[in-house]
């Protein structure tokens, strides 16, 4: 029986659902058409927005209850991203967005998410603008039934004209009403005919176009009642009044004796003293310090009083706890005579911090609402602009500035010196010592070579390092090639870590040369050009300099080019390039032969 009953249960609910369901209706690109006939409610959504995905309840019973009261309003809803097209004629630019459309005409919504709220403004902006009141019971019906309303008493005139203006432009917020004298009660009394009237608070008011001003502007102020329990939405809408909000900000779930008194206090200071302050202040207590602290960009205590002024953004606290009505109207009046400090403003730091704020808020929201929808669409560029800034950071320009010279030589003396050297080891003698051997520059420790030729005296862990990654296969230490008298090592080049990674790959070949490791295909062209001119300066200019280069390309030998400095030419770019750039190319080796090698014949 149990397990039936359940079962039952669970029918009804689905059953319910379905015919929630079956009175929203999901809109496309045809009611650009179809909306001209009839009157709509529809809600423009998006699918990832979580306060849509959170009123989507609401809005079902919100069809359901239009449609079994036979309204003839239709309630529908649209994928603002799929049919952008409609949403962006209907000036949709947040989610969600409320709105009741009578054919051309779009009237926003912009009050509480609640079902009442939402359906209160469906019917009285589906109907006529200005309703009759016929007699004074449906005077009284009205009145019972409507927190605010205004009324027209009169008849044809200017005003008339205005009000209906008015009325309007302003019907998305309230009632308004034609009536008779004779409709209203007789406890009210007017000055003048034709007048308009506002009721709420249990009483009327009659606007006074030179005490008041612009009729529109009087009632968008007298709107509101005078004492209002405030949500994020209703401080909104009291921007557009340009009067300063007085709050009791309390704590309705854990209420205490201080909040209670602040709002108290409130409320005695909007009805005991409106003729006073109903003009620059609006009055009402908030639960909750979210909402304000937000909007300050602080932390508001609880419980508390707050003034907000919503039309530049500052905001007033007392400097001392208000316990009795004197203070409180000290402090009111302490705001009125511009005696009062005023934090926040919309001054440039301030709209900075508000920028910096919404954008956390924002990122923080979408997190909340859909962790991997927040990655992608946050972290993802975050990625890539970290990529290209890592990159714009490390490149380097081969037209960038020079950097040191690749040959740097030993100081000639030095050279010299370890050519002496050699020559007492081997028996023979040397020429004699070029002009300029006293000069010194900078580079590394330089080495003659010994019987191992003239670049055998590159350090041993190099050759062998070299060795282990060479592409190509070792060639034996001795060489049946011409051998020199003297050969200069050329230091090991410094490279950058992007050159490093270019030139990681390249091939190495030993032999009598010793092939120098930092020869690399990272090297500019030019670079060896201008090295060879000033290795020919410090052989003595004149004399006869060989330089033989070896050309690799794509991990093999593609050839060589041997140059002769006679001390006229000097090598050229073009001498010392591949003539084919194809693939992976550079130099391979360097040989230098200095005058007097009897082993080369010119």
Not at 212 to 218: A, C, H, K, P
């Amino acid at each position: 029986m149990a397990k039936e009953r359940a079962v039952l249960a669970c029918a009804v609910v689905l059953l319910n659902i379905a015919a929630s369901l079956a009175y929203v209706e999901d809109l496309d690109d045809a009611f650009k058409e179809s909306r001209m006939d009839e009157v709509w409610l529809v809600k423009f959504y998006a699918p990832w927005c979580g306060y849509c995905k959170k009123m989507e309840p609401v809005w079902h019973e919100i069809g359901a209850e239009l449609k079994s009261s036979g309204s003839i309003i239709n309630v529908g809803r649209m994928d603002a991203t799929a049919y952008s097209g409609v949403a962006s004629k209907f000036g949709v630019r947040g989610y969600p967005t409320i709105k009741l459309i009578k054919g051309e005409l779009a009237y926003n919504y912009r009050g509480p998410r609640t079902k009442d709220d939402i359906i209160e403004f469906a019917n009285r902006v589906s109907g006529p603008v200005v309703r009759t009141l016929p007699s004074q019971q449906m005077f009284e019906h009205v009145v019972d039934h409507h927190s605010v309303l205004f009324v027209y008493i009169g008849g044809e005139s200017p005003l008339k004209e205005k009000y209906i203006e008015v009325a309007s432009e302003l019907i998305v917020y309230t009632y308004f009403f034609f009536s008779s004298e004779d409709v209203l009660p007789k406890d009210v009394v007017l000055q003048e005919i034709p007048t308009v009237a506002v009721f709420k608070d249990g009483g009327y008011f009659l606007y006074d176009e030179y005490r008041d001003g612009d009729l529109s502007s009087w009632v968008n102020k007298e709107r509101f009642l005078g004492y209002l329990h405030i949500d994020g939405f209703i401080l909104y809408e009291l921007g557009d009044t340009g009067k300063l909000v007085a709050i009791a900000v309390v704590d309705e779930k854990n209420p205490t004796e201080e909040g209670a008194r602040y709002k108290t206090l409130i409320h005695r200071l909007s009805t005991e003293y409106r003729d006073h302050y109903s003009r620059d202040f609006q009055f009402g207590h908030i639960d909750g310090n979210d909402y304000i602290s937000s909007l300050i960009m602080g932390e508001v205590a609880v419980p508390s009083i707050i003034v907000l002024n919503t039309s530049n953004d500052q905001y007033f606290l007392p400097g001392e706890p208000v316990e009795t009505m004197e203070q409180l109207l000290l402090f009111i009046n302490s705001i009125m005579d511009g005696s009062a400090k005023a934090q926040g403003g919309d001054g440039v730091l301030q709209r900075v911090k508000r920028v910096a704020y919404d954008a956390r808020s924002t990122v923080m929201s979408v997190f909340r609402s859909s962790p991997l929808l927040g990655c992608f669409l946050f972290g993802l560029p975050l990625g890539i602009i970290s990529l290209m800034c890592y990159g714009m950071c490390t490149a380097q320009s081969e037209d960038g500035p020079e950097e040191p010279p690749l040959l740097q030589r030993d100081t000639l003396a030095h050279n010299r010196q370890e050519e002496e050297e050699e020559w007492a080891r081997t028996g023979r003698k040397g020429p004699a010592e070029p002009e300029g051997s006293g000069e010194e520059e900078e580079g590394e420790e330089g080495g003659g070579g010994g019987g191992g030729g003239p670049f055998s005296r590159i350090n041993e862990p190099q050759r062998v390092a070299n060795e282990e990654h060479s592409c190509a296969r070792p060639q034996s230490r001795k060489s049946s090639a011409p051998r020199a008298k003297h050969g200069t090592r050329l230091p090991r080049r410094r490279l950058s870590n992007r050159q490093r990674r270019r030139s990681s790959h390249n091939p190495t070949s030993w032999s009598e040369t010793d092939i120098p490791a930092f020869l690399s295909r990272g090297i500019p062209r030019g670079a060896i050009v201008r090295e060879i001119s000033s290795l020919r300066q410090q052989v003595g200019g004149g004399v006869g300099l060989r330089i033989h280069i070896a050309v690799w390309c794509g991990g093999a030998t593609r050839g060589s080019a041997a140059l002769w400095d006679s001390g006229g030419a000097v090598a050229s770019e073009r001498s010392v390039s591949p003539q084919r750039r194809t693939g992976s190319a550079g130099v391979l080796a360097v040989e230098v032969y200095y005058p007097g090698d009897a082993s080369v014949a010119r």
